[in-house]
C-alpha cells in the first residue's frame, strides 16, 4: 500500500517549493505613470527577456524558471491572436488573458506533480489613466487586480514597501523610473544597496500615444539618460557639504575667517591685495558625482 498524505498536505507542500524557486530570483516592478504604464526588471541578459509584448495594448512581465513562463508568454499570444482573429481585436483585454492564465496555472498547479515556479504580470494601456489594467497572476492561479502599481517576485514585499513611499499619481516617466530603480535597489538579504547599470536592467514601456502597437522597449542613450536623471534626483547636492557654517560673510577681515587662527609668521598679517591661501573647503564641483557605475564587485548576478 502506498504511504498516504492529505491533499491539504500535497498543496502546501507545492506551494512552498513553487515559493523558494520564486524568491530566489529578482523582483520587477510595473507602475502607472502619466503616458502610460511602465515596467522595469533586473536582466543582465540581452537574449532572454522578462518583459515582452502580448497583443496591441498589452504586455506581459514574468518572474521565475525561465522556460516555464517562456512558454506561458508563447501560449499568450496564441490565445490572444486566436480571439482576435475570431471576433475582433477590441475583445482582446488584459483581463481576460489573466483569467485564461489563471485557469492554466490552477490546473498545472493542482494536476501536475510540480507547479510552475512563475508570476506574471498582465498589463494593459487604456485611453485614459483611470482605463490602465494591471492583473497579477501567482503560480497556483490566483488573481489580482493590482491599481497603480505591482512588485512581484524575489524580495516582493520589501520592493512593494519602498515603491509605496515614492508612488503618486501623475508622475512623468523619469519620476516613475527613479521611483522604480529606488525600490529596486532597496538592501535584500545581504544587506547592501545594488546599483544598477543601463546593461544590467530591462525597460519597457506601454506609450499611451502611441496608435495601434504601444509597447516600446527603452534601451541605449535613452536608459543611459533615465538613470543619470534618476541619480541626480536621489542624491544630495554637493554644494552644501563644504559651506561654511558661520555664514557667506564675516567681520573678520579680507583674509577670510581663518586669518585669526593661523599662527603669526615673519611677513605680518596678509595684505588686502594678497590671495586669501586658507579658508573653509569648499566642497567637490556642483556638477561632479562621486558615484560609479558598477556593482561595486561581487559575483554576476543570476541572469533570470
Given at each position: 500500500m502506498p504511504f498516504y498524505v492529505s491533499p491539504a498536505q500535497v498543496m502546501r507542500d507545492k506551494a512552498?517549493?513553487?515559493?523558494?524557486?520564486?524568491?530566489?530570483?529578482?523582483?520587477?516592478?510595473?507602475?502607472?505613470?502619466?503616458?502610460?504604464?511602465?515596467?522595469?526588471?533586473?536582466?543582465?541578459?540581452?537574449?532572454?527577456?522578462?518583459?515582452?509584448?502580448?497583443?496591441?495594448?498589452?504586455?506581459?512581465?514574468?518572474?521565475?524558471?525561465?522556460?516555464?513562463?517562456?512558454?506561458?508568454?508563447?501560449?499568450?499570444?496564441?490565445?490572444?491572436?486566436?480571439?482576435?482573429?475570431?471576433?475582433?481585436?477590441?475583445?482582446?483585454?488584459?483581463?481576460?488573458?489573466?483569467?485564461?492564465?489563471?485557469?492554466?496555472?490552477?490546473?498545472?498547479?493542482?494536476?501536475?506533480?510540480?507547479?510552475?515556479?512563475?508570476?506574471?504580470?498582465?498589463?494593459?494601456?487604456?485611453?485614459?489613466?483611470?482605463?490602465?489594467?494591471?492583473?497579477?497572476?501567482?503560480?497556483?492561479?490566483?488573481?489580482?487586480?493590482?491599481?497603480?502599481?505591482?512588485?512581484?517576485?524575489?524580495?516582493?514585499?520589501?520592493?512593494?514597501?519602498?515603491?509605496?513611499?515614492?508612488?503618486?499619481?501623475?508622475?512623468?516617466?523619469?519620476?516613475?523610473?527613479?521611483?522604480?530603480?529606488?525600490?529596486?535597489?532597496?538592501?535584500?538579504?545581504?544587506?547592501?544597496?545594488t546599483e544598477y547599470t543601463a546593461a544590467q536592467l530591462e525597460v519597457a514601456i506601454l506609450d499611451r500615444a502611441r496608435d495601434h502597437r504601444t509597447f516600446r522597449r527603452i534601451r541605449g542613450a535613452r536608459l543611459e539618460e533615465l538613470l543619470r536623471e534618476a541619480r541626480s534626483a536621489t542624491e544630495p547636492p554637493a554644494a552644501t557639504s563644504g559651506a561654511d557654517p558661520t555664514g557667506p560673510s564675516s567681520p573678520s577681515g579680507p583674509a577670510g575667517p581663518g586669518a585669526p587662527s593661523s599662527p603669526p609668521g615673519p611677513s605680518g598679517p596678509a595684505s588686502p591685495g594678497s590671495p586669501p591661501d586658507s579658508g573653509p573647503p569648499t566642497g567637490p564641483a556642483p556638477g561632479g558625482s562621486d558615484r560609479g557605475g558598477g556593482l561595486g564587485g561581487g559575483t554576476r548576478p543570476n541572469p533570470l
Open positions: 512552498e517549493y513553487a515559493r523558494q524557486g520564486i524568491a530566489r530570483g529578482r523582483s520587477c516592478v510595473t507602475l502607472q505613470y502619466a503616458g502610460g504604464i511602465l515596467m522595469v526588471a533586473p536582466n543582465p541578459s540581452s537574449a532572454l527577456h522578462k518583459i515582452s509584448e502580448i497583443y496591441d495594448r498589452i504586455a506581459f512581465a514574468a518572474v521565475g524558471r525561465y522556460n516555464e513562463y517562456e512558454n506561458l508568454r508563447k501560449a499568450g499570444v496564441t490565445y490572444a491572436d486566436i480571439t482576435g482573429y475570431q471576433f475582433d481585436r477590441h475583445d482582446v483585454t488584459a483581463r481576460g488573458i489573466a483569467n485564461w492564465y489563471a485557469q492554466t496555472l490552477g490546473t498545472i498547479f493542482t494536476d501536475q506533480l510540480k507547479p510552475f515556479e512563475v508570476e506574471i504580470v498582465v498589463a494593459e494601456v487604456g485611453i485614459t489613466p483611470a482605463d490602465d489594467q494591471i492583473y497579477r497572476i501567482t503560480f497556483d492561479g490566483s488573481v489580482t487586480d493590482e491599481p497603480g502599481f505591482v512588485a512581484f517576485g524575489g524580495q516582493a514585499d520589501q520592493v512593494s514597501a519602498a515603491l509605496k513611499e515614492r508612488y503618486a499619481d501623475g508622475m512623468s516617466l523619469s519620476e516613475a523610473f527613479a521611483a522604480a530603480l529606488a525600490a529596486l535597489s532597496t538592501p535584500g538579504n545581504g544587506g547592501e544597496r
